[in-house]
């Protein structure tokens, strides 16, 4: 009986796209349907104006303009997928004494905050 060759696993190049950048975010929403993922990575931007009597100088926030960065779209496994991978380094800083379960439990916005 013939042996079939064992094929090479393809070799990873990383490279970045032209559009690549590093952006903060502090606010996220979106969801998960049987079809797709989505999140939207959004940053907070204060838009604080000078308050009206008082001292010189002071400043007030009036508003916060949630400036949309990028949506992702994702396969349900994808979306799996990532929320494992993001688990599995929250466990690990926690194994480490970085992050406590209770800091964490104390953090988490309501389920309707963040999901569409």
């Avoid at 064992?6 to 990383?14: H, I, M, R, T, W």
């Avoid at 970045?16 to 993922?37: K, Y």
């Avoid at 010189?56 to 779209?73: C, K, S, Y």
């Amino acid at each position: 009986m013939p042996t079939t060759p064992k094929k090479e696993p393809p070799k990873f190049e990383v490279t970045s796209h032209a559009d690549f950048r590093v952006v903060h975010v502090n606010a996220f929403f979106g969801g998960l349907s049987p079809v797709e993922g989505s999140i939207t990575f959004c940053t907070d931007i204060l838009e604080p104006r000078i308050k009206v009597g008082g001292q010189p100088g002071d400043m007030e926030v009036d508003r916060v303009n949630r400036e949309r960065q990028i949506d992702v779209r994702l396969s349900v496994m994808d979306f799996v997928t990532l929320a494992g991978w993001m688990n599995n380094h929250i466990k690990r800083l926690e194994d480490q004494g970085y992050l406590k379960k209770e800091d964490i439990a104390k953090s988490k916005p309501k389920a309707t905050d963040y999901s569409f």
